[in-house]
């Protein structure tokens, strides 16, 4: 009877030793499985981040073809009302001119929205440098993100064709004013997109200060 029992208490014990070596076993192949796939999932989820960037990047030309046509309609430049629930002759968002808004928030992973710099009938207003006109007169209808993730700003560019690093505004534009007045033009002024004024460029994601902005031309003037 001693003898059996010894027998059963190795049995057991065998049986013991034999799982936790199947158990070492699965989760080193779990931990190869894992390895393995993560180069292909983060690569899927830059595939995704890119188009997103390229549908956040060719958002505003699709309102600035309803712009345009707004304009050929015989809407003044001043009158162009960007709200999202706006009314008239003068809604950029609307069943007239086919444009709905789009809000980025969700992609972007923040509260951003689009905001517009229109040129007020005082003749304020802001600047893409060499794009349109740089005098005073050439004031241009600005759509642009602000408070975009600097990896979000890369692919922007990438999307645009541009080099992924954000150019620096300096000084940095200051888009809680009304930009420039009646007799200012574009330079290197808190009013100007200028950091491609060398090669001018109609929409890019930039560093303005602490932040990075992206900017496209609704309307060049």
Request: hydrophobic letters at 45%; a neutral charge.
């Amino acid at each position: 009877m001693p003898v059996a029992g010894r027998d059963r208490f190795h049995d057991q014990r065998g049986r013991a030793v034999f799982l936790v070596l199947v158990a070492i076993v699965l989760f080193a192949a779990l931990a190869y499985v894992v390895t393995q796939a993560t180069p292909g999932a983060h690569a899927n989820a830059g595939m995704l981040d890119l188009r997103t960037a390229q549908r956040i990047a060719a958002y505003p030309d699709a309102v600035q073809l309803a712009v345009k046509n707004m304009l050929a309609d015989g809407v003044d430049v001043t009158a162009l009302d960007f709200r999202p629930d706006g009314t008239g002759r003068g809604a950029v968002f609307s069943a007239t001119t086919g444009v709905v808004y789009r809000s980025p928030a969700m992609a972007l992973g923040n509260k951003t929205e689009w905001s517009f710099k229109g040129i007020g009938a005082e003749g304020h207003g802001f600047f893409v440098a060499g794009v349109g006109t740089d005098g005073p007169s050439g004031k241009d209808v600005i759509a642009y993100l602000d408070h975009v993730p600097k990896a979000m700003c890369e692919d922007i560019n990438q999307a645009l064709g541009l080099k992924p690093e954000p150019l620096a505004e300096n000084p940095p534009v200051d888009l809680t004013s009304k930009g420039g007045g009646a007799k200012d033009g574009a330079g290197k002024n808190a009013y100007s997109f200028k950091a491609y004024a060398a090669d001018p460029k109609p929409g890019a994601c930039v560093q303005n200060g602490d932040k990075y902005v992206y900017y496209h031309v609704i309307a060049a003037q």
